[in-house]
């Protein structure tokens, strides 16, 4: 599978659709300009994919899609979810990324 979520952040996003109180939103994951290092992650739930996007399915029927563009980017990518006292956040482990910034949320290729 090009995209991986570990359990941890499928339990997260089971938590954040249930706070939306909406189980049939796709998560929506991407890339865009910005950052300390360049490129941003982006994650926002939408109601249904573009019929461009690559769709992923995953336990207790949570759908993430990427569009073309970030997927080529993106592509082997493990979402991970990480909590302790101080923070909370999703983490990317992207094997195409050179480089990342300290707060991992950007990214050089």
Do not use: W
């Not at 938590?15 to 991407?30: A, F, H, I, P, Y």
């Amino acid at each position: 599978m090009a995209l991986t979520l570990t359990d941890a952040a499928i339990e997260r996003v089971l938590q954040l659709r249930k706070m939306r109180q909406c189980d049939t939103e796709v998560l929506r994951v991407g890339i865009k300009t910005g950052g300390c290092s360049g490129m941003n992650y982006t994650l926002e739930f939408v109601a249904e994919s573009h019929p461009k996007d690559r769709v992923f399915q995953f336990a207790h029927n949570i759908r993430v899609c990427i569009d073309p563009k970030s997927y080529l980017f993106m592509n082997g990518t493990e979402i991970d979810f990480k909590s302790d006292l101080m923070s909370a956040s999703f983490e990317f482990h992207n094997p195409l990324a050179k480089s990342t910034c300290q707060c991992g949320e950007s990214f050089t290729l």
